[in-house]
């Protein structure tokens, strides 16, 4: 078991009975001693502006694409969702919640009114302990109740909890796309894999299986900026975006309603005002009005793998 492997499984062995406030203490100090160090990394890598070869770029030359997405970690993100959803459907935007099937309930009524409502539903690992990349056997195991959820809630997409990744496993999923990549976040665990692109990319299959899509997140995840290294503004975020745009990219974007407080009142350990991202939407909205493809992962994942066909066809005719 490697350096990085061993840490973890401590860690996840060890976090049920370490109090809640004491480990956001912990890592926000490992966060927040690393961040000098990473300043030339992040929040922007320059080589990941890159486009891959032969980009025609996004639907109707849009300048960038914009994708939202959910990870809805505990129940009480769950109970949150329908205050997300209203923020979202206020500004005219869609996006997608990924629940953890077997962690709490996860309400048929509301992956419904979602969906009916423009919205997408994926699934977010299977139990969120930390362990389903603990060997291979544990996540072949567990993949067959993932793919039984996935054909169940009619979802294509996946996201692995606390960002772990192993791309030859996740080939076993029946996915269309996954999202448990980064383009850069040098915060997260050992277990992560930093993509280095703010665009999608195929992962080609291996030993008869299917491949899919990959759709790194490419904008901090709210709990890094606002819990751990304490930000009071959403500055990262807007300086972040205007590269991606300038660069044509995809903004990809992994906030929690677990950790948005909804109610104005001051936020509490491991919360931060929602009105964060309302501001943000805000901003997009006016800033970058007519400028950017607003997109489900889903509809990305789609207009990604056509123009991987379009170009396979083109290299097959040189």
């Known amino acids: 078991m490697n350096k990085s492997k061993a840490i973890n499984s401590i860690y996840y062995h060890m976090k049920p009975v370490i109090p809640r406030k004491f480990q956001i203490w912990m890592r926000s100090n490992v966060i927040r001693q690393k961040r000098l160090a990473y300043s030339e990394t992040w929040p922007i890598l ?8 032969r980009w025609s770029g996004w639907p109707d030359r849009k300048r960038f694409a914009l ?3 959910h990870d809805v970690d505990t129940a009480k993100g769950h109970a949150n969702c329908p205050e997300l959803m209203a923020i979202e459907k206020k500004l005219g935007f869609r996006s997608s919640f990924n629940f953890v099937p077997e962690r709490y309930e996860v309400s048929p009524r509301l992956r419904t009114r979602l969906t009916d409502h423009g919205f997408e539903v994926g699934v977010h690992g299977l139990n969120h302990d930390g362990k389903l990349y603990k060997s291979e056997s544990v996540f072949m195991n567990r993949s067959h109740r993932i793919n039984q ?9 996946f996201r692995s909890p606390a960002m772990h990744c192993k791309p030859e496993w996740i080939h076993h999923l029946n996915i269309e796309y996954d999202s448990s990549t980064f383009d850069t976040d040098p915060f997260e665990p050992g277990l992560s894999v930093n993509a280095d692109t703010i665009f999608p990319f195929w992962v080609s299959g291996n030993s008869g299986s299917h491949g899919y899509m990959e759709l790194p997140y490419t904008l901090p995840q709210d709990f890094t900026l606002f819990v751990l290294l304490k930000e009071k503004n959403i500055g990262i975020w807007k300086r972040k975006l205007e590269w991606i745009a300038e660069k044509g990219g995809m ?4 906030t929690h309603p677990d950790y948005m407080n909804f109610n104005g009142a001051n936020p509490g350990t491991g919360e931060f005002p929602a009105a964060y991202y309302f501001e943000f939407l805000y901003h997009i909205k006016k800033k970058y009005a007519g400028q950017y493809w607003q997109a489900l992962p889903r509809d990305v994942a789609s207009f990604c793998r056509k123009q991987i066909s379009r170009k396979t066809r083109s290299n097959n005719d040189d």
């Open 67 to 69: 994708v939202l997405t």
């Open 251 to 254: 903004a990809l974007m992994n």
């Open 46 to 53: 320059e080589k990941a502006g890159e486009p891959p070869v």
């Open 149 to 157: 959820y996935l054909t169940d809630w009619n979802a294509v997409g």
